[in-house]
């Protein structure tokens, strides 16, 4: 107990003199209040002073800390009372230790904890005698403290078992322990030193394992590719048939591409265009979270061959995309990849020359019109080769079929590679010129087409003269003019040209 005036001590009992290590009370009296509790607290210790207006009013008890002239600090309640002290208002305040009762609490909250823990906590000895076993211990080993008290820690846990070796490990090791019934127990044993022993947390992950064993064999016996991607990018697992699929494992495949993430490996759509970094399904699943499946994209084995596959990219986590592995489920496409665009390539393309067909060509004036991205569509020719039934009567139709070949050839290779040339059907073919066109620049395009054609050709010993008539159209950037009113006109303006003169070009609107 003491008693302060002004918050200065004036009185302290002897209890409360041994309970501050003060050798006597000199050291005490005469000193402020506020030395001897946390800045923190000061203000509220003022408050509940300023509350005890009457003689002989007392404070409701209060926790705090006080701080003993050893340095040490000790928990305690006090309660104030107003008095009267030599004629003058002072405050007494009773103390209470609360120490002891706080350690009596921490060791209830912590039996508590010993007894309702999941994990088995086991005490032992230096020696490694069991000196503690709790209930969750009992549950995951089949053996009661009963059974296991005093003897060796490894006979409690089934497996040998060494406290001072784990800790001077680094303390945690992943190890195989035996329950009673003989059950092989995959377990996590952390190990810490204490003043008469050795204190072990040991968690069952028997579960855990079992479930992770169980996935991985399922995963391994899929002929789906698996592959697990860290949150970096990076490789964490691929099951055997993604390695079959890929040619290679994926560490291989980061060595090879010389890439440090799986989504930096090139991929290619069907219309054989690589993919840009923030195109990639795992760049695109990682920043939305957003699950992919069905996307078709190749990939160039290392022994050069390209596969096509369909694929899913989804979170393992998607409660935490940051921080979440990514799945990818791949499926070897490639026959049905290839078949398709070989029924693709037959329902847009002539048999006969190879060249796009009648379907291929109106697509392409229609998507080339005005054209979201690329060079749009500057001018259409109508070509139609003169004399092919004479060649046909005269030398036959596989003569003619000849004849269609070469000349398809020939006006191919007369073009500008990004320009095209298809076959309209019969002797007639259209060419699709791309950029913005003048009547001067097709004027130069239809002479070197002529000039292309009309090389000396031989044929069973016969040696031939292609000629042609071309019509034209040019196409402004606002077009209005449908397809078939586009390859009308030029048509149109090659069969005016036909009955002017044969091999010749017209290239005049009409």
């Known amino acids: 107990m003491c008693v302060h005036d002004g918050e200065v001590l004036v009185y302290v009992n002897s209890a409360f003199v041994a309970w501050m290590t003060a050798e006597s009370d000199a050291q005490l009296v005469g000193r402020d209040l506020a030395e001897f509790v946390r800045p923190d607290a000061v203000d509220g210790i003022r408050a509940r002073l ?20 050893d340095g040490t600090a000790i928990e305690a309640t006090a309660v104030a009372v107003r008095i009267r002290w030599q004629n003058r208002t002072a405050f007494q305040v009773i103390f209470q230790d609360v120490t002891a009762q706080r350690t009596a609490e921490d060791l209830r909250y912590r039996a508590a904890l010993v ?8 005490a032992t000895t230096a020696a490694g005698a069991v ?6 211990a009992a549950g995951i080993y089949g053996r009661t403290a009963a059974e296991v008290m005093g003897r060796p820690v490894s006979g409690a846990v089934g497996a040998p078992l060494d406290p001072a070796g784990i800790t001077a490990a680094g303390g945690v090791v992943h190890t195989l ?8 127990l995959t377990v996590r044993v952390s190990a810490a030193a204490m003043d008469t022993g050795y204190v072990l947390v040991c968690a069952d992950l028997t579960a855990l394992r079992r479930a992770e064993q169980h996935f991985h064999t399922v995963v391994a016996s899929m002929d789906a590719g698996v592959v697990i991607l860290g949150a970096d990018g990076r490789p964490e697992m691929a099951n055997p048939a993604a390695e079959n699929i890929l040619g290679a494992s994926v560490d291989e495949l980061l060595d090879v591409y010389h890439v440090a993430r799986v989504d930096d490996i090139p991929l290619y759509e069907p219309d054989e265009r690589r993919l840009s970094g923030n195109e990639h399904p795992i760049v695109q699943t990682l920043k939305t979270g957003v699950a992919l499946s069905g996307r078709i994209l190749g990939f160039d084995r290392i022994d050069g061959r390209r596969v096509w596959l369909s694929g899913s990219c989804r979170l393992l986590d998607p409660a935490d995309p940051p921080h979440s592995s990514v799945i990818i489920t791949i499926h070897d496409i490639t026959d049905q990849h290839v078949a398709r665009q070989h ?20 697509s392409c004036i229609t998507a080339r019109t005005h054209p979201s991205n690329g060079r749009r569509l500057g001018a259409v020719l109508f070509l139609d080769l003169d004399n092919l039934k004479i060649i046909n009567d005269t030398l036959g139709h596989a003569a003619g079929d000849d004849v269609l070949r ?8 007369a073009l500008d590679p990004e320009d095209t040339v298809g076959r309209w059907g019969g002797d007639e073919f259209v060419i699709l010129l791309f950029g913005d066109h003048t009547h001067t620049d097709v004027d130069q395009q239809t002479r070197a087409l002529h000039n292309a054609l009309s090389a000396p050709m031989n044929l069973q010993g016969t040696t031939l003269h292609i000629h042609a008539s071309i019509g034209s159209t040019l196409i402004s950037p606002d077009e209005q003019r449908s397809p078939t009113d586009i390859l009308r006109l030029a048509d149109h303006n090659m069969y005016r040209t036909k009955k002017r003169h044969q091999g010749s070009t017209h290239d005049k609107e009409q």
């Open 177 to 184: 322990h035996h329950a009673a019934d003989g059950t092989a």
């Open 50 to 69: 300023a509350a005890l207006r009457k003689l002989g009013q007392a404070s409701a008890p209060s926790a705090g800390v006080m701080l003993r002239l």
């Open 406 to 413: 070469i000349a398809a050839q020939r006006l191919r290779h």
């Open 343 to 362: 029924l693709t390539y037959q329902a847009t393309h002539d048999a006969l020359t190879g060249l796009p067909n009648r379907t291929l060509i109106l």
């Open 131 to 136: 000196t503690s076993w709790n209930p969750a």
């Open 115 to 122: 007894h309702h823990v999941s994990d088995a906590l086991i």
